[in-house]
């Protein structure tokens, strides 16, 4: 009965590969194809293999994807100096009203980004940053700043007392035990706030939308909804965009993957 069981869960977890990656490879396949080819076999091979496709995407995105490099990292950098001093605060010291402070970072998780748009909006506006990086930076860097802290406060209550009680014993100062004890120890829950905030901040599509104008700022993800391209062409030349900017993220989560999985479940089980 065991055995029956493994195999009805092997084929599960195929069926579910299956409809993973069957996506990806309609994406693949259909990159390279014309307009025409892609409505009458869209789910085959291409009979004729159209890089072409590819050449004239990459110079529609190259510009909006640095722009969004820069934005990406920007965010990050952003997210885990304030997220990591907020959470070492929050879990190292007891101060009057320390609670309340989590309590109301914690509720901004419980806000639907739409909600804040306007505000948001209206604020960049009257501080001259409409289409501008800094506008493109400061909101989503709040924003995912919040879930940031959660997930590090929680990292961080779970490491060892004693560690601190000898660092303290030591005389070492709390910068020195924050970068030399916490940080380290931390690596995992790190790795998972970085890929989370980039794939935030990378595939985020309303905010550029509406505090962006033009092309000096444009993100990647507005840029390939304006992709030129001829009617013989078509979707092909939209899909070949697809896959080129989701290059930095595949490449990014390839290298992550398993602290990505560990920071996870340090960051949701305290240990």
Known sequence: MKKVW??????????????????????????????????KTPWGLASEWHFGNYAKSIVQVVHPMVNTFIVTVSVILIVLVVSTLAAYAFSRFQFKGSTLFYMIIMAMLMIPGFVLLIPQFIQITNLGMFNTYWGLIFPPAAASSATATFLLRTSMDGLSKSLFEAADMEGAKELQILTKIVVPLSKPTLSTVIIMTGLAAWNNYLWPLVSTTGEATQQISVALTKLVRSTVEGDGILFSGYVIASLPLIILFCFASKSFVSGLTQGAVKG
């Open 6 to 39: 493994s195999v009805i869960g092997r084929i599960l977890l195929l069926f579910i590969l299956f409809l993973t990656l069957f996506p990806f490879y309609l994406l693949l396949v259909n990159s390279v194809k014309w307009n025409e080819e892609i409505v």
